[in-house]
Protein backbone atom coordinates (compact mmCIF):
# COMPACT_ATOMS: atom_id res chain seq x y z
CA UNK A 1 0.00 0.00 0.00
CA UNK A 2 1.52 3.56 -1.03
CA UNK A 3 1.59 6.19 1.15
CA UNK A 4 2.07 9.44 -0.20
CA UNK A 5 3.21 11.31 2.62
CA UNK A 6 6.13 8.89 3.11
CA UNK A 7 10.01 10.09 2.85
CA UNK A 8 10.78 10.04 -0.90
CA UNK A 9 14.54 8.27 0.33
CA UNK A 10 13.65 4.96 0.35
CA UNK A 11 16.24 3.95 -2.32
CA UNK A 12 19.30 6.00 -0.71
CA UNK A 13 18.76 4.17 2.55
CA UNK A 14 18.65 1.08 0.83
CA UNK A 15 21.73 2.13 -1.29
CA UNK A 16 23.06 3.24 2.55
CA UNK A 17 22.64 -0.63 3.64
CA UNK A 18 24.29 -1.79 0.80
CA UNK A 19 27.39 0.44 0.74
CA UNK A 20 28.03 -0.77 4.35
CA UNK A 21 27.80 -4.75 2.56
CA UNK A 22 30.12 -3.55 0.10
CA UNK A 23 32.89 -1.75 3.19
CA UNK A 24 32.15 -4.53 5.53
CA UNK A 25 33.23 -7.05 2.70
CA UNK A 26 36.63 -5.55 1.84
CA UNK A 27 37.08 -5.38 5.53
CA UNK A 28 36.76 -9.60 5.94
CA UNK A 29 38.58 -9.80 2.39
CA UNK A 30 41.77 -7.20 3.27
CA UNK A 31 41.86 -8.68 6.85
CA UNK A 32 44.19 -11.43 6.22
CA UNK A 33 46.67 -9.48 4.26
CA UNK A 34 47.37 -7.25 7.38
CA UNK A 35 47.15 -10.02 9.86
CA UNK A 36 49.94 -12.00 7.43
CA UNK A 37 52.89 -10.38 8.97
CA UNK A 38 52.18 -11.67 12.34
CA UNK A 39 50.51 -14.90 11.00
CA UNK A 40 53.08 -16.19 9.36
CA UNK A 41 56.02 -16.62 12.18
CA UNK A 42 53.33 -17.36 14.83
CA UNK A 43 51.27 -20.11 12.53
CA UNK A 44 54.91 -21.34 10.29
CA UNK A 45 53.56 -19.84 6.98
CA UNK A 46 55.67 -18.46 4.47
CA UNK A 47 54.72 -15.52 1.61
CA UNK A 48 54.12 -18.61 -0.96
CA UNK A 49 51.44 -20.07 1.50
CA UNK A 50 49.60 -16.78 2.31
CA UNK A 51 49.13 -16.22 -1.27
CA UNK A 52 47.53 -19.54 -1.44
CA UNK A 53 45.18 -18.86 0.99
CA UNK A 54 43.99 -15.55 -0.73
CA UNK A 55 44.13 -17.15 -3.57
CA UNK A 56 41.32 -19.67 -2.22
CA UNK A 57 38.86 -17.02 -1.60
CA UNK A 58 39.41 -15.67 -4.82
CA UNK A 59 38.70 -18.94 -6.41
CA UNK A 60 35.83 -19.09 -4.04
CA UNK A 61 34.62 -15.31 -5.23
CA UNK A 62 35.07 -15.79 -8.71
CA UNK A 63 33.50 -19.07 -8.88
CA UNK A 64 30.23 -18.15 -6.98
CA UNK A 65 29.77 -14.61 -9.18
CA UNK A 66 27.07 -15.64 -11.88
CA UNK A 67 25.75 -18.63 -9.15
CA UNK A 68 25.50 -15.84 -6.79
CA UNK A 69 23.70 -13.46 -9.09
CA UNK A 70 21.30 -16.12 -10.37
CA UNK A 71 20.41 -17.25 -6.59
CA UNK A 72 19.48 -13.69 -5.94
CA UNK A 73 17.22 -13.55 -9.14
CA UNK A 74 15.67 -16.53 -7.73
CA UNK A 75 15.20 -16.14 -4.21
CA UNK A 76 15.11 -12.26 -4.69
CA UNK A 77 17.63 -9.53 -2.97
CA UNK A 78 15.90 -9.62 0.27
CA UNK A 79 16.08 -13.16 1.20
CA UNK A 80 19.34 -13.81 -0.50
CA UNK A 81 21.30 -11.09 0.89
CA UNK A 82 20.49 -12.62 4.54
CA UNK A 83 21.80 -15.89 3.42
CA UNK A 84 25.48 -14.92 1.69
CA UNK A 85 25.82 -12.21 4.90
CA UNK A 86 25.20 -14.84 7.84
CA UNK A 87 27.59 -17.20 5.58
CA UNK A 88 30.34 -14.48 5.32
CA UNK A 89 29.85 -13.59 8.86
CA UNK A 90 30.72 -17.37 9.60
CA UNK A 91 33.77 -17.96 8.05
CA UNK A 92 34.93 -14.21 8.99
CA UNK A 93 34.91 -15.38 12.57
CA UNK A 94 36.60 -18.40 11.61
CA UNK A 95 39.57 -17.44 10.78
CA UNK A 96 41.08 -16.73 14.33
CA UNK A 97 39.43 -19.66 15.28
CA UNK A 98 40.76 -22.24 12.95
CA UNK A 99 44.24 -22.12 14.59
CA UNK A 100 43.18 -23.44 18.10
CA UNK A 101 41.82 -26.46 16.74
CA UNK A 102 44.10 -27.26 13.99
CA UNK A 103 48.08 -27.17 12.99
CA UNK A 104 50.71 -28.03 10.62
CA UNK A 105 49.38 -28.82 6.97
CA UNK A 106 46.28 -29.35 8.40
CA UNK A 107 46.02 -25.93 9.89
CA UNK A 108 46.96 -24.42 5.92
CA UNK A 109 44.48 -26.59 4.29
CA UNK A 110 41.68 -25.52 7.08
CA UNK A 111 42.63 -21.74 6.30
CA UNK A 112 42.40 -22.23 2.77
CA UNK A 113 39.13 -23.70 3.12
CA UNK A 114 37.66 -21.04 5.28
CA UNK A 115 38.74 -18.53 2.53
CA UNK A 116 36.99 -20.43 0.29
CA UNK A 117 33.52 -20.57 2.07
CA UNK A 118 34.28 -16.16 2.56
CA UNK A 119 34.75 -16.03 -1.02
CA UNK A 120 31.45 -18.15 -2.11
CA UNK A 121 29.66 -16.64 0.42
CA UNK A 122 30.60 -12.88 -1.24
CA UNK A 123 30.25 -14.04 -4.53
CA UNK A 124 26.90 -12.74 -4.70
CA UNK A 125 27.27 -9.34 -3.09
CA UNK A 126 28.03 -7.27 -5.91
CA UNK A 127 25.48 -8.98 -8.62
CA UNK A 128 22.96 -8.72 -6.17
CA UNK A 129 23.29 -5.11 -5.43
CA UNK A 130 23.46 -4.50 -9.11
CA UNK A 131 20.23 -6.06 -9.68
CA UNK A 132 18.50 -3.92 -6.36
CA UNK A 133 20.19 -0.89 -8.23
CA UNK A 134 18.29 -1.84 -11.60
CA UNK A 135 15.29 -2.26 -9.53
CA UNK A 136 15.45 0.93 -7.68
CA UNK A 137 16.97 4.02 -9.88
CA UNK A 138 16.68 5.37 -13.26
CA UNK A 139 19.23 4.53 -15.72
CA UNK A 140 20.97 7.99 -15.57
CA UNK A 141 22.04 7.08 -11.91
CA UNK A 142 23.13 3.20 -12.55
CA UNK A 143 26.69 4.46 -13.54
CA UNK A 144 27.10 6.48 -10.38
CA UNK A 145 25.56 4.91 -7.86
CA UNK A 146 27.90 1.63 -8.76
CA UNK A 147 30.67 3.70 -8.31
CA UNK A 148 29.60 5.21 -4.93
CA UNK A 149 28.73 1.43 -3.91
CA UNK A 150 32.85 0.73 -5.29
CA UNK A 151 33.99 3.85 -3.38
CA UNK A 152 32.40 1.88 -0.22
CA UNK A 153 35.08 -0.85 -1.12
CA UNK A 154 37.32 1.55 -1.27
CA UNK A 155 37.02 3.06 1.84
CA UNK A 156 37.05 -0.08 3.44
CA UNK A 157 39.79 -1.35 2.28
CA UNK A 158 41.53 1.70 3.22
CA UNK A 159 40.51 1.70 7.00
CA UNK A 160 41.20 -2.51 7.33
CA UNK A 161 45.41 -1.85 7.80
CA UNK A 162 45.26 0.81 10.62
CA UNK A 163 42.20 -0.60 12.13
CA UNK A 164 43.07 -4.00 11.66
CA UNK A 165 47.21 -3.41 13.00
CA UNK A 166 45.46 -1.55 15.98
CA UNK A 167 43.51 -3.83 16.85
CA UNK A 168 46.35 -6.77 16.85
CA UNK A 169 48.56 -4.47 18.82
CA UNK A 170 46.03 -3.82 21.81
CA UNK A 171 44.45 -7.52 21.34
CA UNK A 172 46.65 -9.94 19.59
CA UNK A 173 46.12 -10.62 15.73
CA UNK A 174 43.48 -13.51 16.80
CA UNK A 175 41.18 -11.27 19.16
CA UNK A 176 41.82 -8.51 16.94
CA UNK A 177 40.17 -10.35 13.94
CA UNK A 178 37.29 -11.13 16.27
CA UNK A 179 35.96 -7.89 17.33
CA UNK A 180 36.60 -6.73 13.44
CA UNK A 181 34.03 -9.41 12.57
CA UNK A 182 31.14 -8.24 14.74
CA UNK A 183 29.37 -5.22 13.00
CA UNK A 184 28.37 -7.41 10.31
CA UNK A 185 25.26 -9.01 12.67
CA UNK A 186 23.79 -5.36 12.66
CA UNK A 187 23.73 -4.42 9.43
CA UNK A 188 22.36 -8.07 8.26
CA UNK A 189 19.85 -7.51 10.97
CA UNK A 190 19.13 -3.77 9.70
CA UNK A 191 18.52 -5.22 6.27
CA UNK A 192 16.22 -8.02 6.93
CA UNK A 193 14.09 -5.14 8.42
CA UNK A 194 14.20 -2.58 5.79
CA UNK A 195 15.38 -4.33 2.47
CA UNK A 196 12.94 -4.97 -0.22
CA UNK A 197 13.25 -6.62 -3.67
CA UNK A 198 11.68 -3.93 -5.28
CA UNK A 199 10.15 -0.54 -4.49
CA UNK A 200 6.43 -1.18 -4.83
CA UNK A 201 6.61 -3.94 -2.06
CA UNK A 202 8.23 -1.35 0.61
CA UNK A 203 5.88 0.06 2.16
CA UNK A 204 7.00 3.38 2.95
CA UNK A 205 7.19 4.04 -0.79
CA UNK A 206 6.08 7.54 -1.27
CA UNK A 207 4.05 8.04 -5.36
CA UNK A 208 6.55 10.77 -5.87
CA UNK A 209 9.64 8.21 -5.51
CA UNK A 210 8.12 5.50 -7.17
CA UNK A 211 7.57 8.28 -10.42
CA UNK A 212 11.15 9.70 -10.46
CA UNK A 213 12.50 5.70 -10.29
CA UNK A 214 9.94 4.84 -12.98
CA UNK A 215 9.28 1.48 -14.90
CA UNK A 216 12.51 -0.07 -14.57
CA UNK A 217 13.00 -4.34 -15.45
CA UNK A 218 12.92 -6.70 -12.45
CA UNK A 219 15.12 -9.21 -11.81
CA UNK A 220 13.71 -12.58 -13.67
CA UNK A 221 13.06 -15.03 -11.29
CA UNK A 222 11.75 -17.85 -13.74
CA UNK A 223 15.80 -17.23 -15.00
CA UNK A 224 14.86 -18.04 -19.47
CA UNK A 225 18.23 -20.01 -19.89
CA UNK A 226 18.67 -20.41 -23.34
CA UNK A 227 17.66 -16.14 -23.62
CA UNK A 228 20.41 -15.16 -20.72
CA UNK A 229 22.87 -17.95 -22.76
CA UNK A 230 22.73 -15.77 -25.75
CA UNK A 231 23.52 -12.72 -23.66
CA UNK A 232 26.22 -14.02 -22.03
CA UNK A 233 27.56 -14.97 -25.57
CA UNK A 234 27.01 -11.29 -27.05
CA UNK A 235 30.55 -10.20 -28.17
CA UNK A 236 29.82 -7.28 -25.40
CA UNK A 237 29.60 -9.20 -22.41
CA UNK A 238 32.41 -11.20 -23.69
CA UNK A 239 34.79 -8.33 -24.15
CA UNK A 240 33.55 -6.23 -20.66
CA UNK A 241 34.65 -9.87 -19.90
CA UNK A 242 37.91 -9.85 -20.59
CA UNK A 243 38.61 -6.01 -20.12
CA UNK A 244 37.59 -6.53 -16.55
CA UNK A 245 40.14 -9.25 -15.88
CA UNK A 246 42.70 -7.66 -17.43
CA UNK A 247 41.86 -3.91 -15.31
CA UNK A 248 41.33 -6.23 -12.01
CA UNK A 249 45.38 -7.86 -12.00
CA UNK A 250 45.83 -4.46 -11.79
CA UNK A 251 43.12 -4.08 -9.17
CA UNK A 252 44.80 -7.25 -7.09
CA UNK A 253 48.04 -5.85 -7.51
CA UNK A 254 47.32 -2.36 -5.47
CA UNK A 255 44.75 -3.62 -3.15
CA UNK A 256 46.24 -6.66 -1.92
CA UNK A 257 50.26 -6.16 -2.12
CA UNK A 258 50.99 -2.45 -1.09
CA UNK A 259 50.81 -2.93 2.37
CA UNK A 260 53.64 -6.18 2.18
CA UNK A 261 55.38 -3.86 -0.63
CA UNK A 262 55.96 -1.20 1.65
CA UNK A 263 56.81 -3.65 4.19
CA UNK A 264 59.45 -5.49 2.57
CA UNK A 265 60.81 -3.34 -0.58
CA UNK A 266 60.58 -0.22 0.95
CA UNK A 267 61.63 -1.34 4.71
CA UNK A 268 58.39 0.82 6.09
CA UNK A 269 57.18 -0.25 9.79
CA UNK A 270 54.05 -1.86 10.01
CA UNK A 271 52.25 0.72 11.45
CA UNK A 272 53.46 3.30 9.04
CA UNK A 273 52.78 1.04 6.40
CA UNK A 274 49.32 0.26 7.23
CA UNK A 275 48.73 3.81 6.79
CA UNK A 276 50.20 4.72 4.25
CA UNK A 277 48.02 1.51 2.93
CA UNK A 278 45.44 3.45 3.81
CA UNK A 279 46.37 6.81 1.68
CA UNK A 280 46.51 4.25 -1.42
CA UNK A 281 43.20 2.70 -0.40
CA UNK A 282 41.48 6.23 -0.02
CA UNK A 283 42.69 6.69 -4.01
CA UNK A 284 40.59 4.14 -4.80
CA UNK A 285 37.59 5.15 -2.88
CA UNK A 286 37.94 8.72 -4.14
CA UNK A 287 38.42 7.79 -7.46
CA UNK A 288 35.36 5.20 -7.89
CA UNK A 289 32.73 7.59 -6.90
CA UNK A 290 34.08 10.08 -8.90
CA UNK A 291 34.45 8.01 -11.94
CA UNK A 292 30.87 6.93 -11.67
CA UNK A 293 29.53 10.60 -11.47
CA UNK A 294 31.48 11.54 -14.38
CA UNK A 295 30.33 8.28 -16.92
CA UNK A 296 27.04 9.16 -15.94
CA UNK A 297 27.55 12.92 -17.10
CA UNK A 298 29.76 11.46 -20.12
CA UNK A 299 26.60 9.20 -21.35
CA UNK A 300 23.76 12.04 -20.81
CA UNK A 301 25.84 14.43 -22.87
CA UNK A 302 27.69 11.88 -25.25
CA UNK A 303 25.24 8.58 -25.25
CA UNK A 304 25.85 5.36 -24.15
CA UNK A 305 28.41 4.63 -26.53
CA UNK A 306 31.47 7.05 -25.95
CA UNK A 307 29.76 8.14 -22.49
CA UNK A 308 30.85 4.29 -21.42
CA UNK A 309 34.38 4.01 -23.47
CA UNK A 310 35.78 7.22 -22.58
CA UNK A 311 36.75 7.14 -18.79
CA UNK A 312 38.41 3.38 -19.42
CA UNK A 313 40.10 4.07 -22.60
CA UNK A 314 41.82 7.55 -20.86
CA UNK A 315 42.04 6.51 -17.05
CA UNK A 316 43.59 2.82 -17.65
CA UNK A 317 46.22 3.77 -19.90
CA UNK A 318 47.14 6.34 -17.26
CA UNK A 319 47.38 3.91 -14.51
CA UNK A 320 49.82 1.96 -16.92
CA UNK A 321 51.88 5.22 -17.12
CA UNK A 322 51.47 5.86 -13.51
CA UNK A 323 52.29 1.90 -12.23
CA UNK A 324 55.54 2.00 -13.76
CA UNK A 325 56.19 5.55 -11.94
CA UNK A 326 55.37 4.06 -9.07
CA UNK A 327 57.85 1.55 -8.49
CA UNK A 328 60.62 3.78 -10.59
CA UNK A 329 60.78 6.64 -7.87
CA UNK A 330 63.36 6.52 -4.99
CA UNK A 331 61.81 8.18 -2.50
CA UNK A 332 58.81 5.72 -0.53
CA UNK A 333 56.39 9.19 -0.01
CA UNK A 334 56.80 9.84 -3.60
CA UNK A 335 56.12 6.23 -4.28
CA UNK A 336 52.75 6.31 -2.19
CA UNK A 337 51.42 9.09 -4.03
CA UNK A 338 51.87 8.03 -7.26
CA UNK A 339 50.71 4.58 -6.69
CA UNK A 340 47.50 6.39 -4.55
CA UNK A 341 46.84 8.41 -8.20
CA UNK A 342 47.14 4.83 -10.04
CA UNK A 343 44.89 3.40 -7.97
CA UNK A 344 42.62 6.18 -8.27
CA UNK A 345 43.05 6.31 -12.03
CA UNK A 346 42.05 2.34 -11.77
CA UNK A 347 38.81 2.85 -9.80
CA UNK A 348 37.45 5.12 -12.26
CA UNK A 349 36.54 2.88 -13.99
CA UNK A 350 34.12 0.72 -11.77
CA UNK A 351 30.76 2.83 -12.82
CA UNK A 352 31.56 2.70 -16.16
CA UNK A 353 32.01 -1.38 -16.36
CA UNK A 354 28.93 -1.97 -13.86
CA UNK A 355 26.91 0.57 -15.60
CA UNK A 356 27.53 -0.85 -18.69
CA UNK A 357 27.02 -4.10 -17.63
CA UNK A 358 23.31 -3.33 -16.44
CA UNK A 359 22.30 -1.18 -19.16
CA UNK A 360 23.56 -4.91 -21.56
CA UNK A 361 21.27 -6.65 -19.23
CA UNK A 362 18.38 -5.79 -18.26
CA UNK A 363 15.96 -7.81 -16.64
CA UNK A 364 19.31 -9.88 -16.40
CA UNK A 365 21.38 -7.84 -14.55
CA UNK A 366 22.10 -10.32 -11.58
CA UNK A 367 23.52 -13.14 -13.73
CA UNK A 368 25.21 -10.81 -16.06
CA UNK A 369 27.17 -8.67 -13.77
CA UNK A 370 27.85 -11.88 -12.19
CA UNK A 371 29.67 -13.48 -14.98
CA UNK A 372 31.50 -10.06 -15.80
CA UNK A 373 32.23 -10.28 -12.50
CA UNK A 374 33.66 -13.76 -12.95
CA UNK A 375 36.06 -11.97 -15.18
CA UNK A 376 37.21 -9.29 -13.01
CA UNK A 377 38.26 -12.47 -10.06
CA UNK A 378 39.93 -14.16 -12.53
CA UNK A 379 42.46 -11.16 -12.58
CA UNK A 380 42.87 -11.78 -9.05
CA UNK A 381 43.30 -15.51 -9.58
CA UNK A 382 45.79 -14.96 -12.31
CA UNK A 383 47.66 -11.72 -9.61
CA UNK A 384 47.58 -13.46 -7.06
CA UNK A 385 50.25 -16.23 -7.06
CA UNK A 386 52.42 -14.51 -9.53
CA UNK A 387 52.81 -11.64 -7.11
CA UNK A 388 53.24 -14.03 -4.67
CA UNK A 389 55.96 -15.89 -6.23
CA UNK A 390 57.54 -12.50 -7.19
CA UNK A 391 57.45 -11.13 -3.99
CA UNK A 392 59.22 -14.01 -2.52
CA UNK A 393 61.86 -13.84 -5.00
CA UNK A 394 62.04 -10.25 -4.25
CA UNK A 395 61.18 -9.11 -7.45
CA UNK A 396 58.18 -6.81 -6.95
CA UNK A 397 59.24 -4.35 -10.38
CA UNK A 398 58.54 -7.61 -12.02
CA UNK A 399 55.03 -7.74 -10.77
CA UNK A 400 54.03 -4.41 -11.10
CA UNK A 401 55.31 -3.98 -14.87
CA UNK A 402 52.82 -7.30 -15.68
CA UNK A 403 50.36 -4.91 -14.78
CA UNK A 404 51.32 -2.56 -16.73
CA UNK A 405 50.71 -4.62 -19.59
CA UNK A 406 46.93 -5.75 -18.22
CA UNK A 407 46.39 -1.97 -17.84
CA UNK A 408 46.87 -1.18 -21.58
CA UNK A 409 44.96 -4.51 -22.68
CA UNK A 410 42.04 -3.64 -20.77
CA UNK A 411 41.97 0.03 -22.43
CA UNK A 412 41.54 -1.75 -25.49
CA UNK A 413 39.25 -3.71 -24.88
CA UNK A 414 36.67 -1.03 -24.75
CA UNK A 415 36.95 -0.11 -28.18
CA UNK A 416 35.19 -3.37 -29.12
CA UNK A 417 32.30 -2.66 -26.56
CA UNK A 418 29.64 -0.82 -28.28
CA UNK A 419 26.46 -0.66 -24.79
CA UNK A 420 22.94 0.57 -26.60
CA UNK A 421 21.37 3.75 -25.66
CA UNK A 422 18.40 3.08 -23.00
CA UNK A 423 15.20 4.42 -23.47
CA UNK A 424 14.43 8.10 -22.05
CA UNK A 425 13.04 8.61 -19.26
CA UNK A 426 9.85 11.74 -18.54
CA UNK A 427 12.06 14.66 -17.55
CA UNK A 428 10.26 14.69 -14.12
CA UNK A 429 12.09 11.15 -13.69
CA UNK A 430 15.62 12.56 -14.50
CA UNK A 431 16.08 15.27 -11.24
CA UNK A 432 17.56 12.54 -8.58
CA UNK A 433 18.84 13.82 -5.34
CA UNK A 434 19.62 11.60 -1.98
CA UNK A 435 17.43 12.95 -0.15
CA UNK A 436 15.30 15.24 -1.75
CA UNK A 437 11.77 16.55 -0.62
CA UNK A 438 8.79 16.27 -4.12
Not at 63 to 79: D, K, S, T
Not at 212 to 238: E, F, H, K, M, T
Request: aromatic share 10%; charged share 10%; proline share 5%.
Amino acid sequence: MLNPAASTAIRWRLFAILFGFGLLAYVQQKTITVAAEPMMPALGLNQTQIGFIEQAFVIGYAVFQMPGGLIGQRLGARVAFVVIELVAFAATIAMPIVPEVASGQGLFAALMGVQLLLGVSQGGIFPISSGVFEAWFPPNRWAFVQGMQTAGLGLGAALTPPLIVHLMAALGWQRGLVWASLPALGLIAVWAWYGRNTPREHPSISRGELELIGSQPQADSAIRWRALGSQILSRNVLVLFVSYMCMNYTFYLLSNWVFLYLVEERHQSLFHSGWLTTVVQLGAALGAGLGGSLTGTLCERLGNRWGYRIVPLVAMSSAALLLLAGVSVSNPYVAVAVLALCFLAVELNEGAFWGAAMTVGRGDTMAVCGFINTGGNLGGIIALPIVGHLADLHLWHTAFLIGVGFALASAFGWLFIEVAETTPKPAAALVDTPAGAY
